[in-house]
């Protein structure tokens, strides 16, 4: 655990918020790794709630880019 953990800044740590790697676009750690420190006894449920957390950020983040560059058929259909 916190061995690429979730911090404000890279000089800091190696994820952002988002659980995305600085300076990787498109890299994710989604495991113990980015627990920010040692949680203790029994992490399991906080590390498969930030989990949870980060693959839904990724999904919204991945459902937008699709909808960003879908563009409506053209012409009309027979």
């Known amino acids: 655990m916190g061995t690429a953990r979730i911090a404000a800044s890279p000089r800091q740590g190696v994820c952002d918020s988002n659980h995305q790697v600085f300076d990787n676009p498109g890299l994710y750690v ?11 006894a029994n992490p399991q449920v906080t590390i ?16 937008d880019d699709m909808d960003s560059t879908h563009t409506p058929p053209q012409g009309e259909c027979a």
Do not use: Q
């Open 30 to 40: 989604m495991d113990g790794a980015s627990v920010p420190t040692s949680l203790g």
């Open 48 to 63: 498969m709630a930030m989990a949870s957390r980060a693959a839904d950020i990724l999904a919204r983040e991945l459902l």
